[in-house]
């Protein structure tokens, strides 16, 4: 089957590719997802994806994942916490206007 040159259906871009993961160690994570250059959008299948495919999308199933991902209570658990910035100060709260 010969494929055409990729195009994104939302944005038009014409480049994607596959979406990484950092982990918390430094190491990275190969998803089974690609992502389009462009705008971002995340499929399964450039193939289906691309909106340079005549007919309906012809999909060739997703890649296997090359590793499962590393998931555990302990770390993802817990509700997250609100992060600041370590240069930046809360403003103080404004007082409510007079009545």
Do not use: W
């Not at 060739?60 to 994942?65: I, L, S, T, V, Y």
């Amino acid at each position: 089957m010969a494929h055409r040159a990729f195009r994104c259906q939302l944005c038009g871009g014409g480049f994607f590719r596959p979406v990484v993961v950092p982990r918390a160690d430094g190491s990275r994570y190969l998803t089974s997802f690609y992502e389009c250059a462009g705008c971002s959008v995340v499929f399964i299948d450039p193939h289906a994806f691309n909106a340079n495919e005549p007919g309906p999308p012809q999909s060739e199933g997703a890649k296997p994942a090359t590793a499962a991902p590393g998931l555990s209570l302990e770390r993802y658990g817990r509700p997250l916490a609100p992060v600041q910035a370590a240069d930046e100060t809360a403003p103080a709260p404004e007082p409510p206007p007079p009545r």
